[in-house]
Nanobody, 116 residues
C-alpha cells in the first residue's frame, strides 16, 4: 500500500496550490479519502474528506470552507486538494489518508508554506 503526496511548496498569501495523492496497493474506490494537516507544534487535524465510491459526499474543516476543494479520480487512483486564497495559518505538512472500517493508511506528507 502506498499513498504518495505531491504538489506542496512555498506560496505567497492569497495564492493557490493543488496537492495530489497517488494511491496504490488497495481498492481505491472502496476507501474514504481525506486530507489532514499538521502545523509545527500542533496536533494533526482533518482538513477535508470525500466519501468512497463516487465521492458524492465531501466535508471540510470550518477554517478551509469556501477556499479548499477535495476531489478524486477513481480511474487514476488519485485524490486532490485544491487550495485557494491561502493564508499563513495554512502552513503545515499535509497528509493523505485512506480509511475503510478498521483499515487506515497514511502518506508521508508534503510541506505547504504560506509566506511573503
Amino acid at each position: 500500500v502506498q499513498l504518495v503526496e505531491s504538489g506542496g511548496g512555498l506560496v505567497q498569501p492569497g495564492g493557490s496550490l493543488r496537492l495530489s495523492c497517488a494511491a496504490s496497493g488497495f481498492t481505491f474506490s472502496w476507501f474514504g479519502m481525506s486530507w489532514y494537516r499538521q502545523a509545527s507544534g500542533k496536533e494533526r487535524e482533518l482538513v477535508a474528506s470525500i466519501s468512497s465510491g463516487g465521492g458524492s459526499n465531501t466535508n471540510y474543516a470550518d477554517s478551509v470552507k469556501g477556499r479548499f476543494t477535495i476531489s478524486k479520480n477513481n480511474y487514476k487512483n488519485m485524490v486532490y486538494l485544491q487550495m485557494n486564497s491561502l493564508k499563513p495559518e495554512d502552513t503545515a505538512v499535509y497528509y493523505c489518508n485512506a480509511i475503510r472500517a478498521s483499515l487506515g493508511y497514511w502518506g508521508q506528507g508534503t510541506q505547504v508554506t504560506v509566506s511573503s
